[in-house]
């Protein structure tokens, strides 16, 4: 099972204060199969970026995710007051699907 | 536009038993590989299992293999979850979420709002 590592675990920053996120993987995600989503209290989680890189519909650019192998990011360029929530990583390249622990974006 | 809404929830005491239900719309359901994960309270994402789209292959989460069981009504664009044997490590929101393939290694594209499941005596 590959166990996903998320990093801080809450991240406080201003709005417009550039937040990077990171997620770190046991072993090799297969073919860079790594999902960000975003959660809110009370919502179910939305997805944000898949196959590391790619902005799901409707994703605002100031979302951008990075990485391969083991060690992936996500970067929220300009955080808007709406994008403070809790943030996962997932894998989706090997059995049995896994999630990381969150990484709660907070405001300063 | 996808629409997935949960149902089923509820309390009950160790050892109970429980249906789930998701009904899906706004896409071709069989063509989509669907899933359940949960969540404890305060905690995080956990996945529980995935049907193919034709619903010949399941999948399982250890935690709960040999006593949920996953299965899909493709005539009625329905997921269903039955739970067996519950415990209290079992108390959490249960989401369905759609897959953007047929087939498992996919991501998980949208999520219903989720049914609450409380196991307690």
């Known amino acids: 099972e590959i166990v996903l590592t998320q990093s801080p675990g809450t991240l406080s920053l201003s709005p417009g204060e550039r937040a990077t996120l990171s997620c770190r993987a046991s072993?090799?995600?297969?073919?860079?199969?790594l999902v960000w989503y975003q959660q809110k209290p009370g919502q179910a989680p939305r997805l944000l970026i898949y196959?590391?890189?790619s902005r799901a519909t409707g994703i605002p650019d100031r979302f951008s995710g990075s990485g391969s192998g083991t060690d992936f990011t996500l970067t929220i360029s300009r955080p808007e007051p709406e994008d403070f929530a809790v943030y996962y990583c997932?894998?989706?390249?090997?059995?049995?699907?896994?999630f990381g622990q969150g990484t709660k974006l907070e405001i300063k | 536009e996808v629409h997935l809404v949960d149902s089923g929830g509820g309390l009950l005491q160790p050892g109970g038993s429980l249906r789930l239900s998701c009904v899906a719309s706004?896409?071709?359901?069989?063509?989509?590989?669907m899933n359940w994960v949960r969540q404890a309270p305060g905690k995080g994402l956990e996945w529980v299992s995935s049907?193919?789209?034709?619903?010949?292959?399941?999948y399982y989460a250890d935690s709960v293999k040999g006593r949920f069981t996953i299965s899909r009504d493709n005539s009625k664009d329905t997921l269903y979850l039955q739970m067996n044997s519950l415990r209290a490590e079992d108390t959490a929101i249960y989401y369905c979420?759609?897959?953007?393939?047929?087939?498992?290694?996919?991501?998980?594209?949208?999520w219903g709002q989720g049914t609450l499941v409380t196991v307690s005596s």
């Open positions: 979420a759609k897959t953007n393939s047929v087939s498992y290694y996919a991501y998980f594209d949208y």
């Open positions: 706004g896409f071709t359901f069989t063509n989509y590989a």
């Open positions: 049907i193919s789209g034709s619903g010949g292959s399941v």
């Open positions: 072993q090799s995600v297969s073919n860079n199969y």
């Open positions: 196959a590391a890189s």
């Open positions: 997932q894998q989706y390249g090997s059995s049995p699907y896994t």
